[in-house]
C-alpha cells in the first residue's frame, strides 16, 4: 500500500515552466513504477511519462518528449515531473500513479491531483 500525495501545479504562462512533485508514504518506494497521467475538462485520463524503481528507465507521451522531465528520488520518496516550454493544451489536472509494476499500464495506487493552468 502506497500514498500519494502532489504539489507544485499553479497558473502559468505559454512558454513557462513548472515542476510538480509527488511525495509516496512507506518505505517500498524504490520498489514502485511511478508515473503521471493528466486529465483536461471534458477528456479521458492520459498517460504523460514513467520511471522504473531505480529510476534507469523512462517513457514519455509523444506530445511531452522533449519539453518534460521525470525524475525521482528514492531517498526522499518523491518523484518529480518538470515540465518546460508549456503551452495551453498543457492545462489539465495532473495525477500522480504508483504500482509494482503496473500491469497492462494499469495503476493502482493514485494521488489526488493537482491542477496546472497554462495561458495563452
Known amino acids: 500500500q502506497v500514498e500519494l500525495v502532489e504539489s507544485g501545479g499553479g497558473l502559468v504562462q505559454a512558454g513557462g515552466s513548472l515542476r510538480l512533485s509527488c511525495a509516496a508514504s512507506?518505505?517500498?518506494?524504490?520498489?514502485?513504477?511511478m508515473a503521471w497521467f493528466r486529465q483536461a475538462p471534458g477528456k479521458e485520463r492520459d498517460f504523460v511519462a514513467s520511471?522504473?524503481?531505480?529510476?534507469?528507465?523512462?517513457n514519455y507521451a509523444d506530445s511531452v518528449k522533449g519539453r518534460f522531465s521525470i525524475s525521482r528520488d528514492n531517498a526522499k520518496n518523491t518523484v518529480y515531473l518538470q515540465m518546460n516550454s508549456l503551452k495551453p493544451e498543457d492545462t489539465a489536472v495532473y495525477y500522480c500513479?504508483?504500482?509494482?509494476?503496473?500491469?497492462?499500464?494499469?495503476?493502482?495506487?493514485w494521488g489526488q491531483g493537482t491542477q496546472v493552468t497554462v495561458s495563452s
Open positions: 500513479a504508483a504500482d509494482r509494476p503496473p500491469i497492462l499500464g494499469k495503476y493502482n495506487y
Open positions: 512507506g518505505r517500498t518506494f524504490r520498489w514502485y513504477t
Open positions: 520511471i522504473s524503481g531505480s529510476g534507469d528507465s523512462t
